[in-house]
């Protein structure tokens, strides 16, 4: 059994049995089915907690935890007390059932219907001396623990842009890189592979996932994608191309001298962002997923970088000094412990059109 699924089933586990206690409590006292609503859903949050973090020291099993208490059981419990309520306090049974209906339609399209909602985001930058339009595509943060059909489609979705280069800002396959998943879905990401191609070439870099040492010869040997392990500058038609490490794409310290033509400048982490000395024209990055859940007049809620929230949240900003930075929300989204869902924060294929200025 993974640890996952063990650990989801001593929360469902857990979460049933709080869900009969506020049904039965509600019987009983049904004109204070709010309060027992909210104490029900307070003991479910700290028993989450508590299981969760006999599993794992991570935040990710909370969140999951949480997000099941707030979509699943509160809206189950909420509706029955609802009903139950019905006769005796008509306005509660009234305030429960919206509120049961909003966590139902939130979850639904947090987990069933935005993280697979794919959307192409365009961004123009004009360079000087430019003869032609340049297309790049940007596919981040695929981050799959089963390749298959989603993928396939934005492969396909990419390739009907036309793209002349592609770029893969990291993380690729999120399963455990010691079992035997691992092998099974590289097979199943290099068979889709070959859908891809780009007259100028395709380059990836490490993420987060792709902690396993043989991951560039695993995920990309004797394919068209030019996998970099190394900060590296390439020659790409009339610009150039720097594929940035894992480490330096975190370094707000990292130096990267200007190539002396339109520079672009691809990591999985957009901290390198942050450091004046990062001189090219266009910096590319991914890691954020753009929070995966951004809520209005706040943005991204967490995005594991220094980057300001409004970078991090992903899109095209103005850094200074001439540079523009573009941070893709990213086509997959996180896996193994974590909550897997979006909400307000689709997920993207990215296609930046370099133009003649």
């Not at 979006?342 to 370099?354: G, K, S, T, W």
């Amino acid at each position: 059994m993974s640890d996952v699924l063990l650990l989801d089933l001593l929360l469902h586990a857990w979460l049933i049995a709080v869900d009969v206690v506020v049904v039965v409590a509600v019987g009983r006292w049904r004109t204070r089915a709010v309060g027992v609503c909210g104490l029900g859903s307070l003991i479910a949050a700290v028993g989450v907690i508590a299981i969760a973090r006999s599993l794992s020291e991570q935040t990710f099993p909370v969140m999951r935890g949480i997000g099941w208490v707030l979509f699943v059981h509160g809206p189950i419990d909420l509706f029955a007390a609802a009903w139950l309520s019905r006769s005796v306090a008509r306005s509660d049974a009234l305030v429960l059932a919206v509120f049961g209906l909003g966590a139902t339609l939130i979850g639904v399209d947090g987990y069933l219907v935005e993280p697979h909602w794919l959307v192409v985001e365009r961004f123009e930058v004009p360079v000087a001396g430019l003869e032609e339009r340049l297309r790049i595509a940007v596919l981040a943060d695929l981050q799959s623990d089963v390749w298959g059909a989603y993928e396939e489609r934005a492969f396909r979705r990419t390739m009907e842009e036309r793209p002349d280069l592609i770029v893969f800002p990291g993380d690729f396959v999120q399963v455990d890189a010691d079992g035997p998943a691992y092998e099974e879905q590289v097979a199943a990401m290099r068979r889709l592979l070959p859908i891809l191609s780009a007259p100028l070439g395709q380059y990836a870099v490490q993420g987060n996932v792709d902690w396993r040492e043989t991951w560039a010869y695993d995920l990309f040997a004797d394919t068209d994608v030019q996998a970099v392990r190394e900060t590296q500058s390439f020659a790409v038609g009339p610009i150039v191309l720097t594929a940035v490490s894992f480490l330096d794409g975190f370094d707000r310290q990292l130096e990267l001298p200007h190539e002396g033509t339109f520079h672009v400048a691809m990591a999985h982490g957009p901290d390198f962002s942050l450091s004046d000395g990062v001189e090219a024209d266009l910096l590319i990055a991914g890691h954020t997923h753009g929070g995966q859940v951004q809520l209005p007049f706040i943005g991204a809620l967490l995005t594991y970088s220094w980057v300001p929230r409004a970078w991090g949240g992903g899109g095209m900003h103005d850094i200074g000094g001439g540079r523009t930075l573009v941070v893709s929300r990213g086509v997959g989204m996180e896996r193994a412990y974590a909550p897997r869902l979006r909400f307000d924060c689709r997920p993207e294929i990215v296609i930046i059109d370099l133009v003649p200025k």
